[in-house]
Structure formats: C-alpha cells, structure tokens
C-alpha cells in the first residue's frame, strides 16, 4: 500500500516568488492536513480539506492557500514568498471512519523549501 | 486552548540504556487523543501510538511502553535497550477534535554505539 506522495522533496526559490506543493494521499483517504515545520515555530497546522472543501485552517496570512482534486490530491501554494517560509512542508492524509479526534495521521516524507 | 510541552530538547545515551521522554499537556476537553510520532532524519512522521483520554492503561509494545496519568497530566515514553536505530526526534501531540494536532517541540533522541 502505497503511503504519502510529496513533490517536490527540496526546492529552492527567491523571495517574493510563488511556489506550489502537492500532495498525495494514500488510497482511500479523503483528508489531506498540512503542517509547516520549522526550527523555530515547531510544528503547526495549516490547513485541512475533505472532499475538495477546506473545512479548517490555521493561523497564517492568505499568502498560504491550498485546494484539493476529486481525487483527493492536493495542493499548497505559497505566494509572495518570505524568507521565513523556508521550512519542511508536511502532508498528512487519514480515514475519516472513527470517532471525532481518533483518526491517525500518516504523514508524507515532506517538501523542503529554502527561500533565499 | 490545547498545549503539548516536552521539557526535554535533547537526550544522549549510550546503546543498551533505557531513555524516558516526557510530555505534559494541557487541554479543558473531556474527550481527547494523545499520539507519539517519531521522525527519523527521512523526515516523515512516524506514527507510534495514540491513547484516548479514557484510557489510561499503560501499553507495551516490543522495546516501547507508554505511560498515561490523567491525575498529572502526562504521557511519558520509555525506550528500553536503546538501539543506534532508535535515534530520531520524538514528538508528543494532543487533539480533541477531527482536524488539528497540537505537538510539542519535540525531543533528539541520540543513541551512540
């Protein structure tokens, strides 16, 4: 059973360039998260889609949007880019079938973005 | 709102030696989740255990256990017999709903041979 797909797995831009991520998620999940990481900031939500609709997102500036296909695939694209986006961009996809809080992530291997 | 802290930034020990992570967490939900995630330099997320908050029995699983204690707040992990293979960094993670987790900052693992 195939797990995550990221593309690209490292890529470098300029500031204010734009840069778009995607994602793949195993066979059969509906929802794809994202999550920046980074040194100093840790961990931290993005967003959240279901069935091509955003239903959660977090605190972060419009520059980050994402979108999701019919066959779950998705997307994030960063606009404008900064230098504090450089980080490791990570995917995470699950079943939706258990009780609300209970679905386990299972995490991409993630898309490094250097921002010079 | 909901907070993970692993006090612990970095631990060293020698092959062999039991390592103990530490997570706290915070929440006003009843209802949540507790997960353990390991990520190797590979960087993906390994999924290792999720605990509900009902559950507070403690879980053994090869050379891990976990230990839940709703009365403190904690959700300790034990390595025992440490392997060189075991180093990564760990991270502890909170959610009560469907669609965020909330993780800690994690911890370096390094075993040495």
């Known amino acids: 059973k195939a797990g995550v797909t990221q593309t690209p797995r490292y890529l470098i831009k300029t500031r204010g360039q734009q840069v778009t991520l995607s994602c793949s998620p195993i066979s059969g999940h509906r929802s794809v998260s994202w999550y920046q990481q980074t040194p100093g900031q840790g961990l931290q939500f993005l967003f959240e889609y279901f069935s091509e609709t955003q239903r959660n997102k977090g605190n972060f500036p419009g520059r980050f949007s994402g979108r999701q296909f019919s066959n779950s695939r998705s997307e994030m694209n960063v606009s404008t880019l900064e230098l504090g986006d450089s980080a490791l961009y990570l995917c995470?996809?699950?079943?939706?079938?258990?009780?609300?809080?209970?679905?386990?992530?299972?995490f991409g291997a993630g898309s490094r973005l250097t921002v010079l | 709102a909901q907070k993970v802290t692993q006090a612990q930034t970095e631990i060293s020990v020698v092959e062999k030696e039991d390592v103990t992570l530490d997570c706290v967490y915070e929440?006003?939900?009843?209802?949540?989740?507790l997960f353990w995630y390991k990520q190797p330099p590979s960087g993906e997320l390994v999924f290792l255990i999720r605990?509900?908050?009902?559950?507070?029995q403690n879980e053994i699983s090869g050379r891990y256990s976990w230990n839940f204690q709703k009365s403190t707040s904690s959700f300790n992990f034990t390595i025992t017999a440490s392997q060189v293979v075991d180093s990564a960094v760990y991270f502890c993670a909170l959610t009560s709903n469907d669609y965020k987790l909330s993780f800690g900052a994690g911890t370096t693992v390094t075993v040495r041979a």
């Open positions: 995470a996809s699950k079943l939706t079938l258990e009780v609300s809080g209970a679905n386990v992530l299972t």
């Open positions: 929440t006003r939900d009843t209802t949540y989740y």
């Open positions: 605990r509900n908050s009902f559950d507070e």
